[in-house]
């Protein structure tokens, strides 16, 4: 089937707004996970869902981030007040979440946020 | 905490030359490995895996990973590259015993010229 989808592929912003980026996972994968990739840095862990439920928030980097998921399926990731160092591709990433399969996880193609 | 290192940020290869990439991690206890590549525009995905057991691990695309525990090492090879296997290249760890988010390298920029 389809693989992780994300939406917007690109989102630009003003400093202060709130933004929303929105993961949907493939079909019947019951873990999500958000990370961030900013210019020149690996990935950095943001927070992962196992159904609705956030067991590992532990990558939010402040109060202004939060996510939620809903029907275990979408999840949207949503940033307050945004500030330049924002800035990043915001990737999703989804899992079977059954014994190995909670292993591998897959890719969506993921958002490029710019805050001006 | 856990972190992971790649130590080149950039290399450059001719086509038929041989390729190791370093990945170092930072933990004690029992890990998972995992090599991801991101192709230029493309999404990324999984390169290779190892869980346990044979410590050399074979993933797509003739690539290789050794896991060598003494040395908290979990290298990249493959004999021979091609132009095709221009990409950007990730180093992964997760704690077997935790959650599953994974802790990335910085990744390394592979360009092969023809």
């Known amino acids: 089937g389809a693989g992780v989808s994300q939406s917007p592929s690109n989102k630009v912003t003003e400093k202060g707004k709130d933004v929303e980026l929105r993961c949907d996972p493939i079909?019947?994968?019951?873990?999500l996970y958000w990370y961030r990739q900013s210019l020149g840095q690996g990935l950095e862990f943001l927070i992962y869902f196992q159904g609705n439920s956030a067991p590992d928030k532990s990558g939010l980097p402040s109060d202004r981030f939060s996510a939620e998921r809903t029907g275990g399926s979408v999840s949207t990731l949503t940033i307050q007040r945004t500030q330049q160092e924002d800035s990043a591709v915001y990737l999703c990433?989804?899992?079977?979440?059954?014994?190995?399969?909670?292993?591998?996880?897959?890719f969506g193609p993921g958002t490029r946020l710019t805050v001006t | 905490a856990q972190s992971v290192s790649q130590h080149n940020h950039h290399v450059i290869l001719s086509e038929a030359a041989s390729l190791e990439l370093g990945c170092n991690y930072s933990y004690g206890g029992t890990v998972n490995l995992f090599w991801y590549v991101q192709y230029p525009g493309q999404h990324l995905q999984l390169l290779l895996k190892y869980f346990s057991g044979d410590p050399l691990v074979k993933g797509i695309k003739g690539f290789e990973a050794e896991f060598i525990k003494s040395k908290f090492s979990f290298n990249l090879r493959k004999p021979s590259v091609q132009w095709s296997d221009t990409a950007e290249y990730f180093c992964?760890?997760?704690?077997?015993?935790?959650?599953?988010?994974?802790?990335f390298g910085a990744g390394t920029r592979l360009a092969v010229h023809p």
């Open positions: 990433a989804s899992s079977r979440g059954r014994d190995r399969g909670h292993y591998e996880q897959y």
């Open positions: 992964a760890v997760k704690n077997s015993g935790g959650y599953n988010k994974l802790i």
């Open positions: 079909s019947g994968h019951t873990a």
